[in-house]
């Protein structure tokens, strides 16, 4: 994962916002907009391997042009989820930690 | 956003990896799977907004059930992605900074 | 395939005209917002098979409850499908005719 | 619609079959695989509106190029839910009409 020096997640966040201001988009980005641009980016993930057995999906990062495909979708989901937060005033890593925290209550491990 | 205390990123992982590991989930989590997992959770955020208007869309957080609904599912998006990043060896966020970087390349701002 | 005194998908779409209209939902029914509903119900679809091995969603008619639920989401994107034609007057039978006669043009059969 | 002269279901499923097995993809038309393809189709039926209003979605089809797309798509998503239906010997009109039936008790017209 990114260390101490790598990008983080808030800094990302302000890079998108100043992104989409400098080029007039936020009228577009409404939640509604921004959750289903969300579904449309993880749907070119589940693309990439459609066609593909278990065991050839674990290989997609053995070729560099998939592997950036890849990591280009990973990336446009990750934008507009962070986009979907900003607009709507969410911590994604807060919400994320109390998921967690409720499902180890509802999932006891064996 | 989370502040130097709060989650981050990496714990996160760790926790979901853990979680995995401890219900033996990990034979489903081929990145196949888990890249449809995350179309699904993405799609059940779109669910919220799909009979909304632009202007009551903005407004989900103002009811407490909706809110939690959303913040449940954004937690679940973020939970699929960071697994799928997990099992391909993908650091999300170098991969959204390197995007971002493209972006301004290619979209230069007026 | 249903006989020749089966449902047509003409009648269908009457059906579901009227069925819209009797309860008042027809404003919500953009082009936008059936095509966001359609891909919803399109991933329940998904989401039945998620973590099945492709062995095992060749089975999942076997099960009652799983082919009652396999069934239902059939007939929801179906549904969604119809309207989203309907209020774009577009002949999905047509559509779908005229692609065929393209892709057997674009992907010659060896 | 298509009238009496015009392709019918039955039709296009028997077109769809002998397509995909002249090119012999039968073999990657698993329930999953199909269900998957379909919901990417579905998204990429989505992402055409996603930064449209509801009155602009309203009028895809006054541009000749965003109808052709649009068609393309409806004719992707029909086919592969037809492919879907094939390979798990579902009947989807028959799916629908129950499905019309089912409603018609749960959500009364007023």
């Known amino acids: 994962m990114t260390g101490a020096d790598g990008p983080d997640v808030a800094g990302l966040r302000r890079r998108l916002t100043a992104f989409a201001a400098a080029r007039g988009w936020e009228p577009y980005h409404t939640p509604k907009n921004l959750a289903a641009a969300l579904s449309v980016e993880a749907s070119e993930l589940v693309e ?10 674990a290989r997609v990062m053995d070729t560099e042009e998939t592997a950036h495909r890849v990591r280009d979708e990973v990336a446009d989901v990750l934008a ?3 986009q979907f937060c900003k607009v709507l005033d969410i911590d994604p890593l807060a919400a994320l930690s ?4 409720r499902n180890e209550t509802r999932f006891p491990a064996p």
Chains 1, 2, 3, 4 share one sequence.
């Open 48 to 57: 990439i391997f459609q066609w593909l057995t278990p065991e050839e999906s």
């Open 80 to 82: 507009y989820l962070l």
């Open 98 to 101: 109390e998921k967690i925290d």
